[in-house]
């Protein structure tokens, strides 16, 4: 079965840093871009960029470009997505996707900053 | 960056058919924007329904159809079920980046 697992979720305090991860499994994980969404409370969805784990390039959104860092480890299957000083208003579920056709989704990391 | 937009909201008849569209602000919506359309329920990940315009995952609804329409996007739902009252998002790409609508909340009543 094809699916992308997410690791759980954070509480976190302002200026805190957080890596946050998304495990692939059932197809080859380096031949397919990795896309990460944000979804803020009671708001749309948001592209943040994609990943491509075979050689690690990425394309940020220009809204989201400097502000997070997309990483994969091909080892272990797996992409992040990290901060390294976090806001109040990162508050967010943030959900990785397999770009080619947006399939599958993994189950989201709800992520809460607050002092 | 490109502004995607979509009808905020829609109301359609159990049975009744009902067209949701996604507009482009650089210009006509084509297939080189690789529309894709998303539904999500309260709660849950969203889940992809339409890719490259009109391709159906193997889990889409017959009911579901992606096209282009008068320079945008269109998903039409025939037959409209109680279980698909949801919101809906289309997705374009630009130049292999990408941009969600602001997103379409169906009532089915």
């Known amino acids: 079965e094809v699916q992308l697992v997410q690791s759980g979720a954070e509480v976190k305090k302002p200026g805190e840093s957080l890596k946050i991860s998304c495990k692939a499994s059932?197809?080859?994980?380096?031949?397919?871009?990795v896309a990460w969404v944000r979804q803020m409370p009671g708001r749309g969805l948001e592209w943040m960029g994609i990943?491509?784990?075979?050689?690690?390039?990425?394309r940020y959104s220009p809204s989201f470009q400097g502000q997070v860092t997309m990483s994969a480890d091909k080892s272990i299957n797996t992409a992040y997505l990290q901060w390294s000083s976090l806001k109040a208003s990162d508050s967010a579920m943030y959900y990785c996707?397999?770009?080619?056709?947006?399939?599958?989704w993994g189950q989201g990391t709800l992520v809460t900053v607050s002092s | 960056q490109a502004v995607v937009t979509q009808e905020p909201s829609l109301t359609v008849s159990p049975g009744g058919t009902v067209t949701l569209t996604c507009d482009s602000s650089?210009?006509?919506?084509?297939?080189?924007?690789?529309p894709y359309w998303l539904q999500q329920k309260p709660g849950q990940a969203p889940r992809t329904l339409i890719y490259?315009?009109?391709n159906r995952h193997s889990w889409t609804p017959a009911r579901f159809s992606g096209s282009l329409l008068g320079g945008k996007a269109a998903l039409t739902l025939s037959s409209a079920q109680p279980e698909d009252e949801a919101e809906y998002y289309c997705?374009?790409?630009?130049?292999?980046?990408?941009?969600f609508g602001g997103g379409t909340k169906l009532t089915v009543l």
């Open positions: 490259d315009t009109s």
């Open positions: 997705l374009l790409s630009y130049s292999g980046v990408g941009v």
């Open positions: 990943i491509y784990p075979g050689d690690s390039d990425t």
């Open positions: 650089t210009g006509a919506v084509t297939s080189g924007h690789y």
């Open positions: 996707a397999r770009r080619q056709g947006f399939d599958p």
């Open positions: 059932g197809y080859s994980f380096t031949s397919y871009w």
